[in-house]
């Protein structure tokens, strides 16, 4: 079933006049439970004025009722000649301005918690650029010291259905999730054995040692 226009506004309107459950209304807007969770909790698309679907004439109120009366039941949309949306499949995915400070947030948490995903995964599901990607998940990102990994979904970057969809694909092209999220040590960095031709033998460091007692004294 195609969804309605502005599935997100209509969710919204739904929440707050209705009492569909989550899943009844994520069927309907093509949505994920969790985000109309969020909706309902005020994490997500907060501030968004709500569509009510019977004035564009997508419901009847009658048809609310029934789907209200029975949990198993789900929406359908009535028939009309507006064009369906044209779901958007190429490209990064856009983001509201005013989310956009949250995008380093929300890359550093799939960096950390989805090592599975490719920065081109990444770069759709947030919206963002491969050198953007690259400067969080190597630390030289120009404001480091102030990102702190949130879930994208919760904070309205993604949706946890396009981000499920991803993971999974991530783990079938054979990039298995990674033990922990630490950064590799460089060879650089590793104490190396000082040679065995420049070590001291232990006998002469001993008769050092004592001939330094023997001096003092």
Not at 42 to 50: L, S, T
Not at 83 to 107: E, F
Not at 111 to 116: C, D, F, G, N
Not at 191 to 208: F, G, L, S, T
């Amino acid at each position: 079933m195609a969804p309605p226009l502005m599935p997100k506004a209509t969710a919204v309107w739904l929440v707050e006049n209705t009492s569909l459950s989550f899943a009844q209304i994520a069927d309907f807007t093509g949505m994920h439970q969790l985000e109309i969770q969020g909706i309902a909790d005020g994490e997500v698309d907060v501030g968004m004025r709500g569509l009510d679907p019977m004035t564009n004439g997508q419901l009847d109120w009658e048809e609310i009722e029934r789907v209200q009366a029975d949990p198993s039941a789900r929406l359908v949309l009535k028939e009309t000649d507006n064009p369906a949306p044209v779901k958007r499949t190429k490209g990064p995915r856009y983001v509201p301005v005013s989310k956009r400070q949250d995008k380093p947030d929300g890359i550093a948490y799939l960096v950390r918690y989805y090592p599975e995903l490719s920065d081109a995964q990444i770069g759709k599901l947030i919206g963002t650029t491969k050198p953007t990607i690259v400067a969080i998940r190597d630390r030289t990102h120009w404001n480091s010291s102030q990102i702190q990994p949130r879930d994208p979904v919760t904070i309205g970057l993604c949706r946890q259905v396009d981000l499920d969809e991803a993971v999974e694909k991530g783990r079938k092209a054979g990039r298995a999730p990674a033990s922990d999220d630490r950064r590799p040590i460089s060879a650089d960095l590793i104490p190396q054995e000082e040679p065995a031709a420049n070590r001291i033998p232990d006998w002469m460091a001993d008769v050092r040692i004592g001939g330094n007692n023997q001096g003092d004294n």
